[in-house]
């Protein structure tokens, strides 16, 4: 099994950028597809976007499409998430994991998450 933990998270006004990063132990981190999702309150986790674990194929919601970039490091086990032009919408937790099947939507393996708070 795959230990992740998130950092970076923060407040930052609108327009704003942060960058997340979602280190791995444990378990190879290479041949796992990954992936970033969020919760925002009183909703449901749902997709942000996917790597390969090659890093190729970025994939995004459409939330997100041209302001998120998805990239990962295998030789520091870390995957990233650079958010610019942020929204007050993209306020949430924001958690990285392995893909269920290797290549899906879906999540197996998380993070505890990490707090992204976006004000107008």
């Known amino acids: 099994q795959v230990q992740l933990v998130e950092s970076g998270g923060g407040l930052v006004q609108a327009g704003g950028s942060l960058r997340l990063s979602c280190a791995a132990s444990?378990?190879?981190?290479?041949?796992?597809?990954m992936g970033w999702f969020r919760q925002a309150p009183g909703k449901e986790r749902e997709f942000v976007g996917r790597i390969t674990w090659t890093g190729g194929m970025p994939d995004y919601a459409d939330s997100v499409k041209g302001r998120f970039t998805i990239s990962r490091d295998n030789a520091k086990n870390t995957l990233y998430l650079q958010m610019n032009s942020l929204k007050p919408e993209d306020t949430a937790v924001y958690y990285c994991?392995?893909?269920?099947?290797?290549?899906?939507?879906?999540?197996?393996?998380w993070g505890q998450g990490t707090q992204v708070n976006v004000s107008s």
């Open positions: 444990g378990r190879t981190f290479s041949p796992y597809g």
């Open positions: 994991a392995t893909l269920r099947g290797g290549w899906s939507r879906e999540g197996e393996y």
